[in-house]
């Protein structure tokens, strides 16, 4: 059996798949293949072992004839047509759990960095700025007892809740396409509609998945309805906002600030007028990036790929269908 990994794997998970007698083809170079590169890689793979955003197409599937099982290192699917998967037979896994305290940190890093400005006067700093004492020059906002609007109120979305709720003593409102009964039970949080969340928070934090109904839906209408000191904080997929409209509502004070782990599109260049504002704060996509999370991410992904390989069922799928 052969798979194709498209990062190299390190050497303990590599030697546990290698010992079940599957060959491991590892795309070594570090830059994101084309996807005739990734074809001609993953020719002959039964399984692909995703690492990273890489786009499984309809018909890339359709051009893998062996393939049995697509392990993310991810707990986003975005990147995969899952109804082409589904119709082929195809069982894809993800890494759910595993990731929603890191990711949530990183949510949580983001808001009160830029509830204090605190990339900006990092900044300052390096460019010699740090000089006179001026008492209201670069302030923040304070964020205790504010409300924070959830958007996509998951595993990572309900633990930035209570980490807000906790240290802030925050309330917490969601809009999410189902009733999270844990949330509204232990942290006190309300359901309320997209123009709710929107006018209500002081905060408001995107957890959800990227799909067509959430594509960009924070655009120019969505942030018009915001509280002009509202913070804007997406750890989830950048493709949930609109970042011209963005910018544009920051530039007007239409929104106070934002703080971005995902970025559209990714990744983000350097020149970016973004990365100026002071109200910003930017990473590099890192929400799960704790060595802890990313090998227990490696593990659960290692153990949906083995399964899949043996025509066993997913530890955590994303087409459960596929077993009807
Ligand atoms: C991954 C993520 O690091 O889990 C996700 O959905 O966005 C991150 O944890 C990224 O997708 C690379 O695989």
């Known amino acids: 059996m052969k798979i194709f990994a498209t990062r190299q794997l ?3 998970i590599l030697k546990a798949i290698e010992s079940e007698g599957i060959t491991v083809n590892q795309w070594a170079e570090k830059r994101e293949m084309t996807k005739d590169e990734f074809l001609a890689e993953a020719a002959e793979a039964e399984g692909l072992f995703i690492m990273g955003g890489f786009k499984i197409t309809a018909d890339v599937i359709e051009a893998l004839p062996g393939l049995k099982v697509i392990s993310l290192m991810s707990v986003g699917y975005d990147n995969v047509d899952i109804k082409a998967a589904t119709t082929h037979k195809i069982a894809v896994g993800h890494t759910p759990d595993v990731l929603s ?3 949530a940190d990183t949510a949580f890093l983001l808001m009160l960095a ?7 006067h990092h900044k300052r700093i390096h460019k010699g700025e740090w000089k006179f004492f001026d008492p209201l020059a670069n ?3 304070d964020i205790h007892n504010k409300t924070l609007g959830v958007f996509g109120l998951g595993n990572i979305g309900f633990e930035m ?3 807000c709720k906790s240290a802030y003593g925050m309330d917490i409102i969601y809009h999410n396409r189902s009733t999270n009964k844990k949330a509204e039970d232990e ?3 309300r359901k309320v509609t997209f123009d709710e969340l929107l006018s209500q928070s002081d905060i ?3 957890h959800a998945n990227l799909t067509p109904e959430t594509k960009e839906v924070f655009n120019a209408s969505a942030f018009s309805k915001m509280k002009p000191n509202a913070i804007f904080v997406n750890a989830g997929r950048g493709g949930i906002h609109n970042e011209t409209d963005l910018k544009e509502a920051l530039d007007n004070g239409t929104i106070w600030g934002a703080g971005l782990d995902v970025t559209n599109p990714e990744p983000m260049g350097a020149d970016n007028r973004l990365l100026d504002m002071p109200n910003v704060s930017v990473l590099p996509h890192i929400g799960s990036a704790v060595k802890e999370t990313r090998e227990a991410m490696l593990e659960l992904a290692t153990e949906n790929i083995l399964a899949g390989l043996k025509g066993e069922k997913l530890p955590k799928c994303v087409n459960h269908e596929i077993y009807n």
């Open 10 to 12: 390190p050497e303990q």
């Open 187 to 189: 942290l006190g949080a």
């Open 114 to 120: 830029t509830s204090r400005k605190a990339f900006f």
């Open 204 to 206: 408001i934090s995107v």
């Open 161 to 163: 809740a209570r980490l």
């Open 139 to 141: 302030v923040g906002i």
């Open 101 to 103: 305290k890191a990711t």
